[in-house]
Structures are given as C-alpha cells and as structure tokens.
C-alpha cells in the first residue's frame, strides 16, 4: 500500500519561512509528478506547486519567487521551500504522487494525510 507522510508543518510569522517534506513509502513501482496542493478555510483546493520527474516546475501566481519545489528521486521525497510567508498562505497543505505499482499498472495520484501551516503574529 502506498502511503505519503508529510511533514514540516506548524506556526510561522508573516515573513517566515517552513520547509515541508513529504515522503512515499510502501511498493511503487514509479513516480512521475510530484506536487504540493492547499486548501484554506472557507476556499477551493488549489494547486502550490509541482514537479515532473523530469525536473520541469509549475507554481501558483501567489507564491512564485517565494516558494521552492524540489524532490529527491532516489528517496521517493518531494520538499517545499516556503518563503517570506504571508497570513494568506495559511492552510492545510498537501502533497500528491502520481505513481504506477507495476509497469502495466494506471497512473495513479496519491495524496498525503495533510500538514497545517499557520501564518500568524
């Protein structure tokens, strides 16, 4: 059974910084892209960041420039680099893995559990 952990999450102040960090475990065969999304009280899941295995980025408007998406391959990780954090990035953040668990299998996208960051004086 595949599963993501995510970690990395908690109370930051407005400009601060967090790096989560989101591990897959269990049999997989291959990932293709990695990606983080949000959801914020009262507002749609959103897309934050993603990452094909080929290295290739996509961000969201609202945090381009601040925020970094990077992944270790060969630990099946992906991290998130958040920077200079405002109150409106506060939400439950989640990362995703699109994976196959054998060679003929359908791509897959799994998701993590969820990690609460909260942007707050």
């Known amino acids: 059974q595949v599963q993501l952990v995510e970690s990395g999450g908690g109370l930051v102040q407005p400009g601060g910084s967090l790096r989560l960090s989101c591990a897959v475990s269990g049999s997989i065969f291959s990932i293709n892209e990695m990606g983080w999304y949000r959801r914020a009280p009262g507002k749609a899941r959103e897309l934050v960041a993603r990452l094909s295995s080929g290295g290739d980025t996509n961000y969201a408007d609202s945090v381009k420039g601040r925020f970094i998406v990077s992944r270790d391959n060969a630990n099946n990780t992906v991290h998130l680099q958040m920077n200079s954090l405002k109150p409106e990035d506060a939400a439950v953040y989640y990362c995703?893995?699109?994976?196959?668990?054998?060679?003929?299998?359908?791509?897959?996208?799994?998701w993590g559990q969820g990690t609460q960051v909260t942007v707050s004086s």
């Open positions: 995703t893995a699109d994976g196959k668990v054998t060679p003929r299998s359908s791509l897959v996208r799994y």
